[in-house]
Structure formats: C-alpha cells, structure tokens
C-alpha cells in the first residue's frame, strides 16, 4: 500500500521562503513528483526527484532523501500567485501510477 | 502543443443516470491515466492505458465505471448507473514515457455533481 503524508495547511507571508515536507511509505517508487494546484484547476507538474538530492528549478527546490522516505518543496521569494494546493506523489515502480498526498494548502500574505 | 483536454468540464446528473466523459491526450502521448479527485484529497488512481490497451483498473472502482482508449487516441470514461458518492473531479492525465521519467501533464478535468 502507499502512505503519503504532508502538512495540510501553511501560511507565509510575501517575500518569504517555506518549505513544504512530504513524507512516504511505498511499496514501490519511482520517482517523487510535486505537482502545483490553483482551487479548481488541474494539477500543474512542478519537479521530480528520482535521486537522493537537491533540484533547483528557478524560485522550486525539490529534495529527496531515498533511504528516509522524505522530501521537501522549498519555494523562495513567495509571490501572491504561488497560494494554491502543493501535491506530493510518488510513482510506482512498475506501473507509474502516481499515489499522492493530500495536499498541502499554501497561503501567502502581503 | 494543445495540452490534455477533457470533455466537458462540468457535468451535473440525476441519481441514477449514465454519465461520459472524454479525454484527449498530448499527441504522441502513449501512456493515458485517469484520476478522481475531491474537495481536500489528492488525486486517486483509477486507471490507465498503453496506447489501447487497459493495463490497470483500481481495485476501489466499482464495475459500474468503464473506460476505453479505442485507437490508442482519445479516451472516454463511464459512469452507470450514478451515485451521489460519484460526485468529484475527473482528472485525465498523459505522458510519454522516457528519459528517465513518466511526467503526467493533466487536463483540466470534469466536475461531476449528481443529484
């Protein structure tokens, strides 16, 4: 079976950093992927981990620590837009399936 | 490069009746997933096809949904028979397999309310 879990709601303020963490139990994996949702909207792809590391993307970071079961979306200089939904998941290893969290609300103050 | 598109994107029905939705992958996109999703959860797997054939169906769908991808293209998923516990967002999502990774790009999704 597959447990995923992350923080159901976080607020900053503009300007700031926060880090979202993600934390999985799987049956298999094949890579974590972060995925960026606006309120009714369609999941937006953000970063994938497949390695332990850190992947830089502009203002998105993704880690991944395999053996830990961890990972982490950091997002630097908050802007307004970025308050959405932030989704972990984790694909399967034999079928890609994405499992995901529920979801961690992200809401940012001027 | 048009995205994944779905068909329609909202879709009110009686208990009881039959509902379809489409989805229509990324060209060249080979691999075809559809999820379910309501208010405060992620995603939930539902299944998914290689070009046309159906290689997963989720143990928690009733066998009141269908879903087929007739030419590997298009797909469209069905609803007999609804619920009111079918009420929620239908996702599709398509990738091509590759380089490492199976990123899935999602469509917009149907809103599902039956009454």
């Known amino acids: 079976g597959q447990n995923i879990d992350q923080p159901t709601e976080m607020t900053a303020t503009e300007g700031a950093i926060v880090q979202i963490n993600c934390t999985y139990q799987?049956?298999?994996?094949?890579?974590l992927f972060w995925y960026q949702q606006h309120a009714g909207e369609a999941p937006t792809f953000l970063s994938y981990?497949?390695?332990?590391g850190l992947e830089e993307k502009g203002r998105f970071s993704s880690f991944l620590s395999r053996s830990k079961g961890y990972s982490y979306l950091l997002l630097k200089e908050l802007q307004m837009k970025d308050s959405a939904s932030y989704l972990c998941?984790?694909?399967?290893?034999?079928?890609?399936?994405?499992?995901f969290g529920a979801g961690t609300t992200v809401t940012v103050r001027a | 490069d048009t995205g994944v598109s779905q068909d329609p994107r909202h879709k009110i029905t009686k208990r009881g009746q039959n509902v379809t939705f489409r989805c229509d992958p990324i060209?060249?996109?080979?691999?075809l997933y559809w999820y379910r999703q309501t208010l405060g959860q992620g995603p939930e797997f539902l299944t998914y096809?290689?070009?046309?054939?159906?290689?997963?169906k989720s143990r928690l769908l009733s066998d009141r949904f269908s879903a087929e991808r007739p030419k590997g293209s298009f797909s469209t998923l069905e609803i007999q028979r609804t619920e009111q516990g079918d009420s929620a967002m239908y996702l599709c999502?398509?990738?091509?397999?590759?380089?490492?990774?199976?990123?899935?790009?999602f469509g917009p999704g149907t809103r599902l309310t039956v009454l």
């Open positions: 060209s060249e996109h080979n691999r």
């Open positions: 981990n497949v390695l332990d």
């Open positions: 799987t049956s298999g994996f094949n890579g």
């Open positions: 999502a398509s990738s091509l397999p590759g380089q490492g990774s199976d990123t899935q790009y």
């Open positions: 096809f290689q070009n046309e054939a159906q290689l997963e």
């Open positions: 998941a984790v694909g399967g290893s034999n079928d890609y399936k994405l499992s």
